[in-house]
């Protein structure tokens, strides 16, 4: 991510606040503490940031802040030049994944950029997409699909969503972006019969230019 953003937007960026969003047990927040002067990665599950933290005790790394995650991302403080998250998205339904995509570039400080990867386009089969509807809308049909794949009854079932490009890039440019580019991130319809895109977006870009790219 950082390689396409030097490449299209600032050959020298170098922001120090950087921004994690669905970092996990830190997979990605130790090497960003490597490259970034403070890192803040935020969770919605408690166990999965205690697990990050610990993660980070054991790879010597003391420039982490680990935060939980709301939909107003209420207990985050400051702004960040980079903001960070890959398959996270498709989990949260499309309105509060919007509120939530919002809210981080409303972090962003000026000039700073934001790579968020966002499912487009479903690409699994139809009785796949039969199954995924059952589960949601019959009674009791996804507990018993539980105990099929040896699950416990009251298993959650896990979201599957897809966003709309329009909706994000007018989303995008009411919350200040001024330039954006795309890069098509194939991984999403091997793991989760999606098709993704990873949207680049500069807030305040510093020519003020009311214009956008697309392309890669």
Not at 57 to 85: A, C, P, R, T
Request: charged share 20%; aromatic share 10%; proline share 4%.
């Amino acid at each position: 991510a950082l390689t396409n953003i030097e490449r299209h937007f600032d050959p020298h960026f170098q922001p120090s606040r950087c921004l994690d969003f669905g970092c996990g047990v830190g997979r990605l927040v130790i090497p960003m503490a490597k490259r970034f002067t403070h890192v803040v990665g935020v969770d919605i599950s408690p166990s999965m940031l205690q697990e990050a933290a610990k993660n980070c005790v054991q790879h010597g790394v003391e420039n982490v802040e680990f935060v939980q995650s709301d939909d107003q991302l209420s207990k985050v403080i400051g702004k960040f030049g980079f903001i960070y998250s890959d398959i996270v998205f498709q989990h949260i339904s499309r309105a509060r994944g919007e509120k939530i995509v919002a809210r981080l570039i409303d972090l962003l400080e000026d000039g700073g950029v934001a790579a968020l990867s966002l499912p487009y386009s479903s690409n699994a089969s139809p009785t796949t997409r039969s199954l995924r509807w059952a589960q949601k809308h019959v009674p009791l049909f996804h507990g018993v699909v539980n105990l099929t794949r040896r699950r416990r009854f009251d298993y959650p079932l896990m979201q599957s969503n897809i966003y709309q490009p329009e909706r994000i890039f007018r989303l995008l440019e009411e919350n200040g972006v001024r330039e954006i580019f795309l890069r098509f991130n194939g991984h999403n319809s091997n793991v989760h019969d999606h098709l993704g895109m990873m949207v680049f977006a500069q807030k305040g870009a510093r020519d003020t230019r009311q214009t956008k790219s697309y392309g890669a």
